[in-house]
């Protein structure tokens, strides 16, 4: 009864965020729903047992990749967002996407209606801690380790990518690669390209 | 009427707890900023303020009522709703914290049954702590960062250079300490084995060491030196820096919404203090009070209760002590000392930790 409540009081504030989302034409407003979205899915993930996944939910999507969103906005300074008056297609497109979903999303609810109600096995502990780090560094331990690896590698990338060189640092660099490359054709093309 | 009864029981109890939980930390913090003052005063050779009421202890009270009054300046090109919004985000994740904070031990000894209408029954335990949560440090520290908006977005609703700079400033300082912070939480964690604030108190109690701050020292000034700056306290206020910035994010707030800042900087300030009692003083454990009175018992929550309070008053008086006593850094200074010092000093405090504990465990 309690937890029924509970769980219409943050979907229904969930679903809010997300209509107030997708409605702000000022994209800081929109960014502020979002989080808004992330807060009640998280009270949602508590209801359903799952501390974890909830303070993980709050501590990386709203405490940290949010952050960097709302920066990019505040910094940019960018203009409210204005209908689109070219590429036109893309309304018919997003309409027929739109529809699919819609479609998928009743199908579900079809699906569960349908299906034997036998009572589920609640775990208790599924949601805590200990299970997650246990599952996370045994049995998934190699996925684990490759999504690891790439996100480092996504960060390395990322700083390469920014960085701006000093320019006798930059020439350094250039010289590098022309001795690298003793080809002359090569070399001349690289000339160039810079 | 006896059933509704048993129903809102244990919201009554809830209620009343939180009540006593915010009330009191409120009021710890509205005393911390007249202790402020005054220890400034004698680190400076003055007095400090002692004219409303003896030595000054009715000073907090006039300075709300001063706060409520003021006249409340909205910016004209502000964006409204965000500029109200700011405040409200800040204070509400400054206090959202505190129904984690392990108060004391539970109370075991008290025979609940002489409550009416069998109220009592099946109660075993007080606990001190309002919610028992299995994630209590990764909760403060997502709430925490989520404490990063009131400023961001004040900083940027105000539409003042001043306070977009000392936001942004804020902002880029709390979000680079804080991956300090938690990797100097790790250790910790590691050692005591679980993210549950009272369990750690636990593990330390069990420990031969009593207080994590001996094997972890490193980790406790790496955690010590980034609360100063996720606190935007002296030596890390640059977000306010008053010579360079006027008054930073908050520059065009005024009356209560300025309040609500400036208390929610102070619940933050006890936020840390706690933290750092918890986790690295043995938060509310006295060691050999259970040969004084029997565990569990009224009086021995009580003792502990004021050992914890102690603890984090202590940390508190840390705070204004350093507040008199250091100069500001530089900007610069401030990022290379966060990325290129403290994060890989905690980092590698964390690896050696991970040894230690692999080889102790095995």
């Known amino acids: 009864m309690a937890s029924n409540v509970l769980f219409y009081l943050f979907a229904g504030f969930a679903i809010a965020c997300a209509l107030s989302l997708v409605y702000h034409r000022n994209p800081l407003y929109s960014a502020i729903s979002l989080i808004g979205v992330f807060i009640a899915l998280s009270c949602i993930y508590v209801t359903l047992a799952a501390p974890f996944i909830a303070a993980v939910q709050i501590l990386i999507y709203?405490?940290?990749?949010?952050?960097?969103?709302?920066?990019?906005?505040?910094?940019?300074?960018?203009?409210?967002?204005?209908?689109?008056?070219?590429?036109?297609?893309?309304?018919?497109?997003?309409?027929?996407?739109?529809?699919?979903?819609?479609?998928?999303?009743?199908?579900?609810?079809?699906?569960?209606?349908?299906?034997?109600?036998?009572?589920?096995?609640?775990?208790?502990?599924?949601?805590?801690?200990?299970?997650?780090?246990?599952?996370?560094?045994?049995?998934?331990?190699?996925?684990?380790?490759?999504?690891?690896?790439?996100?480092?590698?996504?960060?390395?990338?990322?700083?390469?990518?920014?960085?701006?060189?000093?320019?006798?640092?930059?020439?350094?660099?250039?010289?590098?690669?022309?001795?690298?490359?003793?080809?002359?054709?090569?070399?001349?093309?690289?000339?160039?390209?810079? | 009427m006896e059933s509704l009864l048993k129903t809102a029981f244990p919201f009554i109890v809830y209620a009343i707890a939180l009540l006593l939980a915010f009330q009191g930390v409120l009021m710890i913090v509205a005393y911390t900023v007249l202790a402020e003052r005054k220890v400034l005063g004698w680190i400076q050779g003055r007095i400090g303020p002692n004219r409303v009421g003896p030595w000054g202890v009715l000073q907090p009270f006039a300075d709300l009522l001063k706060f409520i009054f003021k006249e409340d300046l909205v910016p004209d090109k502000s964006t409204k709703f965000v500029y109200f919004l700011a405040p409200m985000v800040a204070l509400t994740c400054a206090l959202l914290p505190i129904v984690v904070y392990p108060f004391g031990p539970p109370i075991t000894t008290v025979d609940w049954t002489f409550l009416p209408y069998g109220l009592g029954e099946g109660i075993r335990q007080l606990p001190l702590t309002i919610a028992q949560i299995d994630v209590g440090v990764l909760y403060v520290l997502g709430i925490t960062s989520v404490g990063v908006y009131g400023i961001a977005l004040a900083g940027w609703s105000s539409n003042s250079k001043y306070s977009l700079m000392g936001g942004l400033r804020s902002s880029a300082q709390m979000i680079s300490y804080e991956l300090a912070m938690g990797a100097s939480i790790l250790g910790v964690v590691m050692l005591g084995g679980t993210l549950d604030l009272n369990g750690i108190i636990y593990a330390q109690i069990n420990s031969p060491f009593r207080w994590f701050i001996i094997p972890q020292i490193i980790g406790f000034v790496i955690f010590l030196i980034a609360a100063f700056a996720e606190t935007n306290r002296v030596p890390f206020d640059l977000p306010e820096a008053e010579t360079e910035l006027v008054a930073g994010f908050h520059t065009e707030y005024s009356a209560l919404k300025f309040a609500l800042f400036f208390m929610a900087e102070y619940v933050n300030m006890f936020t840390v203090s706690v933290m750092s009692t918890v986790l690295f003083l043995g938060g509310w454990y006295v060691p050999g009070l259970s040969h004084i009175f029997e565990v569990g018992s009224i009086p021995y929550a009580l003792v502990s209760l004021a050992a914890f309070v102690g603890k984090v008053c202590f940390f508190l008086f840390f705070y204004i002590w350093v507040r008199g006593t250091l100069p500001r850094f530089r900007f610069d200074q401030l990022m290379n000392f966060g990325w290129k010092f403290l994060l890989p000093l905690a980092i590698a405090n964390t690896i050696v930790t991970i040894v230690v504990v692999y080889f102790l465990n095995s």
């Open chain 1, 62 to 194: 709203a405490g940290a990749i949010m952050v960097l969103v709302v920066f990019v906005i505040m910094l940019l300074n960018l203009d409210e967002d204005r209908p689109l008056t070219r590429l036109k297609y893309l309304y018919a497109l997003g309409a027929g996407l739109g529809l699919i979903l819609l479609v998928q999303t009743f199908f579900i609810f079809y699906a569960v209606m349908r299906a034997p109600n036998h009572t589920v096995n609640v775990d208790q502990t599924v949601g805590k801690t200990l299970s997650i780090g246990q599952a996370m560094y045994s049995e998934y331990l190699l996925p684990v380790e490759i999504v690891g690896v790439l996100l480092l590698m996504a960060i390395i990338g990322g700083v390469i990518l920014v960085r701006r060189l000093e320019p006798t640092q930059l020439r350094l660099v250039i010289n590098e690669e022309l001795d690298r490359r003793n080809e002359g054709q090569e070399k001349d093309d690289f000339r160039i390209a810079l």
